[in-house]
């Protein structure tokens, strides 16, 4: 170990304690202006939001904690006062509906991760699968989320539902067609290893491996997404702002 | 029954707490409510908006900081309205918590009326 090397981890220690120590400072300030933002145009309400937060935020135990609470205020804030309409509908739709129908969505996502892993032992790795659905499922939610708060806000319901309903069936009917084809190609590429070159084979399993998976969770998110605008509609005359 | 709230989950276990508390004669803030409930905090003060709105909730500043130099906390207690509601509510819509708070003595109309001549509270 150098001089260097010692003289730098005291200066990084020393930062990381000071920045630690900035934590609950900057927790209060965040939070205070968590509530101006909130409370826009009820300045004697966010005055007194502004000193209740403060205190939260004080009562709440360990630095780096108290900062997260007060960043999840601001992104809270942040989000009523800037995001638009539909979309706070849809997210308070969604949310309505998973609070719901929380052991359905609990056994069908078990289902989702069963057929995965079942694919995954026949067709390819672990990894390959888990990677799959991670890196596939997450682009689809977000899409679909974003895509459906668009929709739903310049489309009428009849044509969010049928685009809804082709978007569920068609990606069902991939996740079936990607579970089958992936199984057949894995048992060939293991009773038959002459069937395919070695690279060949490969990339055909591999291919397969993740495309199932994904397909299972898009058609897992896209029925999330249509269930989540239907309970929109449903309780659209419930839900305030 | 819908009342003047929107009913969903976290106001129901908001009111959960606010009707032990009201048994144990205790006023809550808003770490205690986070606390009790497991929810996230604002989830809570939306929840906790929306019952002021109503007059179900009232809240009042502490007399005295814990400490020096610390933010007061805002104290909340139910209404004498707002107590007979969230009971009603809580025993529609959750059951099962009910046999946990039917223990309790239910605030008759005469507790009630005393509770809101004390407090000066609109019926």
Wanted: aromatic letters at 6%.
């Amino acid at each position: 170990v150098t001089r260097g090397e010692i003289a730098l981890a005291i200066i990084f220690g020393l930062l990381v304690n000071e920045a630690t120590d900035l934590c609950p400072w900057l927790a209060v300030r965040l939070v205070c202006w968590a509530a101006r933002l909130r409370y826009l145009h009820a300045s004697d309400h966010a005055a007194i939001r502004s000193e209740e937060l403060a205190a939260l935020v004080n009562d709440r135990p360990g630095k780096l904690f108290k900062l997260f609470t007060a960043l999840g205020f601001v992104l809270h804030a942040l989000t009523v006062q800037t995001a638009p309409r539909s979309v706070r509908r849809f997210s308070a739709g969604a949310i309505k509906f998973t609070t719901e129908h929380r052991a359905d969505i609990v056994r069908i996502g078990s289902g989702v991760v069963a057929a995965a892993v079942a694919v995954a032992m026949v067709v390819g790795t672990t990894a390959q699968t888990v990677a799959g659905v991670v890196v596939g499922a997450a682009p689809v939610v977000v899409v679909g989320g974003v895509a459906a708060g668009v929709m739903a806000r310049v489309a009428s319901r009849r044509i969010v539902v049928r685009i809804i309903v082709g978007v569920v069936v068609g990606a069902v009917l991939g996740a079936m067609l990607g579970v089958v084809l992936g199984t057949v190609a894995g048992v060939v590429a293991r009773a038959a290893p002459g069937a395919f070159s070695e690279a060949g084979s490969v990339a055909i399993v591999g291919a397969f491996a993740e495309a199932a998976p994904v397909a299972l969770a898009g058609a897992f998110a896209g029925t999330m997404i249509g269930a989540g605008l239907a309970a929109v509609f449903r309780a659209e005359s419930k839900i305030e702002d | 029954m819908t009342g003047p709230v929107r009913i969903t989950g976290p106001l129901l276990d908001v009111l959960e707490v606010f009707l032990q508390a009201l048994t144990d004669d205790r006023e809550l803030h808003g770490w205690a409510i986070l606390k009790a409930t497991k929810r996230a905090g604002p989830t809570i003060y939306g929840v906790l908006d929306r019952l002021e709105d109503a007059g179900w909730i009232a809240g009042q500043w502490e007399d005295q900081p814990p400490k020096a130099n610390t933010p007061r906390r805002r104290l909340y207690r139910l209404t004498p309205t707002g107590a007979v509601a969230a009971r009603d509510l809580v025993a529609a819509r959750r059951p099962a918590s009910l046999g946990r708070l039917a223990q309790q003595p239910r605030p008759g109309p005469v507790v009630a009326d005393w509770l809101q001549s004390l407090t000066g509270g609109a019926p």
